[in-house]
């Protein structure tokens, strides 16, 4: 097995061992959509129309949670140092740890996702490119929030300060994912906004662990 | 077998110098100790040998090529052992070794950690997992990774610390074997480690200026939060 498969597999260990992650990026997602009816109330238009927003917010806001945590325990008991120091380069392990951290919380909530949709009475034609638009977004949610996690290691209040700093560059990602679901909807193709998502996510895919790990090496001096 | 040394090297952290104008020089099968008070950048120059920090000015190297322009060569040939025992509170004694066995290359990681722990005195811990390990066991199972992840430079940060009288005994056959074997160790220490034929060094000789409160590593802190220079 190669070094990037080992630490996902130990990542992976370490999430299903403590358990906790996992579940309360889903149910957290869970909960957040079932206020809106409540809040906004159970007029099934409405909902409908807000659907596609809501699910994407909710996943955004979901994802964040954990995101806090995808480095600060190597950081707090010393592995971060001896991984920077294995032969393993720093950028793979930082694409190694968001790997993982995908599979335990933005896996979960690609599955969930549909029966939340079903809740809000969405159209039937947006449910497979809602799977999809999450499919190509939550891995490029987690790549940038990576380097948010990098960046804030060792900040007091590093949480709210991640949410700050990752947030805003959350803004693309919704518009083009809610974007897509819409277009289904209302019959056109969501082709282009699909795309996009996918230039994200190959854009993101070596740039984020790239500015993650140089955020991890001034972490860790 | 290569010689690793340094000349020139200037800390600084924060805005503290912490040593300037620092040689060294570790032959194969070289031990040197770092000595000084608290603060006097011992643990510093451990994470500068072992590139987790740049030094400010100065040259590191092996037979001459610096780590700076082969830092995946020196990557290779360090086992670094810090204050932190980087021990997992879900994971076991062994899963904790074996992860760190393979990522530095093992073949058969698993086979390695139990012969590690075995070594270290403490084979019966393998499975008990890292939560319930008391901090001279967690100590024992960091030190175990020298044995099974090797490296040919060893550089420990206060090794001893929480350990018993015999595992001292012990941990010190293991740097003189690891010694006649050819490799090399740095380790700073507080309390004595024998090491028979190794060189001192005294890192209070390179502190800039040494009437100052060269007292506690807090102080320093204080100084990068205030903002305050030398």
């Known amino acids: 097995m190669s070094r990037f498969l080992r630490l996902v597999a130990r990542d992976l260990r370490l999430a299903l061992r403590q358990g906790s992650d996992a579940t309360i990026a889903v149910m957290f997602f869970v909960l957040c959509v079932v206020l809106f009816p409540f809040g906004v109330g159970p007029e099934p238009n409405i909902l409908a129309r807000i659907a596609a927003g809501v699910i994407w917010v909710a996943a955004l806001l979901a994802s964040l949670l954990s995101l806090e945590r995808l480095f600060q325990t190597d950081y707090e008991d010393g592995s971060l140092e001896l991984l920077s120091l294995s032969p393993l380069p720093l950028e793979a392990a930082v694409l190694a740890k968001t790997l993982a951290h995908w599979l335990v919380t933005g896996v979960p909530l690609i599955v969930a996702a549909p029966l939340l949709a079903v809740l809000l009475n969405m159209d039937a034609q947006g449910f497979g490119v809602l799977v999809l638009t999450l499919t190509l977004g939550t891995p490029i949610l987690s790549l940038i929030g990576a380097i948010g996690a990098a960046l804030t290691l060792g900040a007091r209040r590093g949480g709210v300060l991640l949410s700050l700093l990752i947030l805003p560059l959350y803004i693309p990602v919704l518009i083009f994912g809610a974007g897509a679901i819409d277009a289904a909807i209302n019959g056109l193709t969501p082709r282009p906004h699909l795309l996009l998502l996918a230039g994200i996510l190959a854009a993101a895919l070596p740039l984020a662990p790239w500015a993650g790990a140089a955020a991890l090496r001034q972490a860790v001096e | ?230």
């Open chain 2, 1 to 230: 077998m290569p010689v690793f040394a340094g000349s020139e090297l200037t800390c600084l952290r924060g805005d503290r110098l912490v040593f300037t104008g620092l040689e060294f020089r570790i032959a194969p099968g070289g031990a040197l100790v770092l000595l000084g008070p608290n603060g006097s950048g011992k643990s510093s120059l451990l994470r500068v040998m072992a590139g987790l920090l740049k030094p400010l000015r100065g040259t590191l190297g092996w037979d001459g090529v610096s780590v700076a322009d082969d830092p995946d060569a020196h990557r290779a040939k360090v086992q670094y052992v810090g204050h932190l025992d980087a021990v997992k509170p879900v994971l076991t004694a062994a899963e904790n070794l074996a992860f760190w066995a393979a990522l530095a290359g093992a073949a058969d990681p698993a086979a390695n950690a139990r012969a590690a722990l075995d070594r270290l005195g403490v084979p019966h811990i393998a499975g008990v997992p890292g939560r319930y390990l008391s901090a001279g066991q967690k100590r024992r199972l960091n030190l175990a990774r020298l044995l099974a992840a090797p490296a040919t430079l060893w550089l420990l940060d206060e090794p001893t610390v929480a350990l018993d009288r015999a595992a001292i005994a012990l941990f010190e056959g293991l740097i003189a074997e690891h010694r006649a074997q050819g490799g090399m160790v740095v380790l700073s220490t507080h309390t004595d480690i024998a090491t028979p034929g190794g060189e001192e060094l005294h890192l209070d000789e390179f502190t800039p200026y040494a009437d100052e409160e060269a007292g506690d590593e807090d102080v320093g802190d204080e100084y990068e939060e205030e903002g305050a220079g030398p």
